[in-house]
């Protein structure tokens, strides 16, 4: 097509998109607001500063454009300076997870090529016992909340605080290209090894405007504000903690860093700093609400943002009760993550709590420029009637272009410029979204499709269930048979039967068939989670299949 492209003007400047300016939009506002994690706070001012201080210690330590820097840590003041001051020198931040096995974590980091890494004392055991397996690492800087840092025999540059406070406050962070890579972290599937994904500058920059305006410009869902207090409950290895941080710098918030997560520390810092905006997994919000500190809060202040994993009717109804406003998001590694988000009118976000419930647990609406179908296994859109299903399909300008040194994998998640999420979902006629399972997930039996997620949710409203978990198990007459793993709420006896009479209710109203209640129900003491604290329904099957 013949448009018409811009010819700039001699001397007009072409605006990259970079890192560095969400920073500096940040300080223009000369907040009063700090940035606080353990017995440290600071303001915006400062921040400024020790990311220059730390983009001068990357310098000296030999880091440069295209170099990668590792970084292994909890939730920290550090982790946040270091989403900046890496990318902002054209280098790349490989947020490590921390979660996964000592085995997949050098996988991950030889896989990067990582040249220096942040690491916290807390993962010195692990990272010394590989050293000798990571050829491209020249150096280590350690991370240390102690006064003390722990000894090691790690070769390394110093501990951060004190090279910080050695190195100058500013740094003339330069312009290059918006397509840059920023990012990059792994994501394990159901088979093989992590994947790596990445992001660049320029897709950081529009999912961060992007979520910033989904968080505070619509009436009904007012999440994230200036005067709105934000602290983490995802991981900062987990997705660019789902990109917040990067929201809550550009709009000056105070924000909280809890380090190690720890449900008490979590409730008490909501408490005391005045928190009132945080995201994180289902299980991590449920194991939040349950702990013995939120007992006797008042929790009334909390937005809480939910994803990564679909929340139950159960824990959502709990939040409910304990007036928490609760969102629910849709995302995945591959998507930086940002997709959908409840979306409530005016009118609906003024209905009683309890009536407001379905609307928030569901998947949400697309948000502005993300293109998002449900397509049929021909490619057709299936209709708009919340019952039709098929695989969920995206095109957004954040989305992994591949997977990093794997061709192969990246052409199997691309399809015809379409990203497949490998989700099933419906879609109602106002367009908003509900995912039904994994592809993998969906147990089938007998000719039919089972929602895993539908199962759990419907189970999770009996009283005596705190936690549960649907698999499919092979089974020679039917395919499959759904087995359910029950968690009973504290001292309380779970019954199968009485299970399998309470499912009997929704059996007559319609919602489900008579052969989606499992025969199997185990009460068990606890669910096995992935490394970002999902239900491991993988990990379920493996492990049922060997005690076949
Ligand atoms: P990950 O890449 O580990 O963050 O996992 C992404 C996957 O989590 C998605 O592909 C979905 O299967 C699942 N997921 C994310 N958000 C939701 C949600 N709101 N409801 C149901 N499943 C979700």
Redesign the pocket.
Same mark, same amino acid.
Do not use: F, Q
């Given at each position: 097509m013949n448009t018409r492209i811009i010819d700039p003007s001699a001397g007009a400047y072409q605006y990259p998109l970079l890192i560095k300016n969400l920073l500096l939009s940040g300080r223009r506002y000369g907040t009063d607001h700090e940035i606080v994690c353990g017995d440290r706070r600071y303001g915006y001012q400062s921040l400024n500063e020790r990311i220059a201080r730390l983009a001068n210690v990357l310098a000296d330590a030999g880091i440069g454009a295209g170099d990668t820097v590792a970084v292994l840590d909890w939730d920290s003041h550090r982790y946040l300076e270091a989403y900046f001051a890496v990318p902002m020198i054209g280098a790349v931040l490989h947020h490590v997870n921390i979660r996964l096995s000592a085995d997949q974590i050098g996988y991950t980091m030889q896989h990067a090529e990582d040249k220096l890494v942040l690491v916290h004392d807390d993962f010195l055991p692990i990272v010394e016992a590989l050293a000798d397996q990571l050829p491209s690492v020249e150096g280590y800087l350690q991370l240390s909340d102690e006064a003390q840092a722990a000894g090691t025999s790690l070769n390394t540059f110093g501990e951060y605080e004190a090279l910080l406070d050695a190195a100058a406050s500013d740094y003339d962070f330069p312009d290059f290209d918006e397509n840059s890579v920023a990012t990059t972290f792994y994501?394990?599937g159901t088979t093989g090894n992590p994947k790596g994904v990445f992001f660049s500058h320029r897709q950081l920059v529009l999912h961060t405007l992007n979520m910033a305006t989904t968080l505070a410009a619509y009436e009904g869902v007012p999440l994230l504000r200036s005067e709105d207090v934000y602290m983490p409950m995802t991981p900062m290895f987990?997705?660019h903690a789902w990109g917040v941080p990067y929201v809550a710098t550009m709009l000056g918030v105070k924000q909280v860093y809890p380090g190690r997560y720890e449900p008490n520390r979590l409730v008490r810092l909501y408490r005391e700093e005045g928190v009132t905006f945080s995201h994180g997994v289902p299980t991590v919000l449920q194991m939040v609400l349950n702990c013995d500190e939120a007992r006797d809060t008042d929790l009334g202040r909390w937005k809480l943002l &939910? !994803? !990564? @994993? @679909?929340?139950t009717e159960g824990l959502v109804r709990q939040m409910a009760e304990r007036g928490i406003r609760f969102y629910? /998001?849709? !995302?995945?590694?591959? &998507?930086c993550?940002l997709l959908?988000l409840t979306h409530l009118t005016p009118e609906q976000a003024a209905l009683p709590t309890t009536e407001q419930i379905g609307l928030r647990m569901r998947? !949400?609406l697309p948000i502005a420029l993300v293109d998002l179908r449900v397509v049929d296994e021909e490619g057709r859109d299936v209709a708009a009637d919340d019952v039709s299903v098929g695989e969920?399909v995206v095109r957004t300008p954040w989305l992994t272009q591949g997977y990093y040194k794997e061709p192969e994998k990246g052409a199997e998640l691309w399809h015809g410029g379409w990203l497949r &999420? /490998?989700?099933v979902a419906s879609v109602n006629s106002q367009g908003v979204l509900q995912?039904r399972?994994?592809i993998k997930?969906v147990i089938k039996t007998g000719g039919e499709w089972i929602s895993s997620?539908l199962l759990e949710s419907l189970i999770s409203q009996h009283p005596a269930v705190a936690n549960v978990a649907v698999v499919g198990v092979p089974d020679e007459r039917w395919d499959e048979r759904p087995l359910a793993l029950v968690v009973p709420a504290g001292g309380r006896d779970v019954d199968s039967e009485a299970l399998k009479r309470h499912l009997m209710q929704y059996v007559e109203s319609g919602e489900i068939n008579k052969w989606a209640i499992p025969e199997q129900i185990r009460v068990v003491e606890s669910i096995p989670v &992935?490394s970002?604290g999902?239900i491991n329904k993988k990990l379920i099957r493996e492990q049922l299949a060997a005690r076949h």
């Open positions: 994501t394990t987990h997705v &939910t !994803g !990564g @994993a @679909a929340p629910t /998001g849709y !995302g995945m590694s591959e &998507t993550p959908s998947t !949400g969920v &999420t /490998g989700d995912i399972d994994r997930d997620l &992935t970002v999902k």
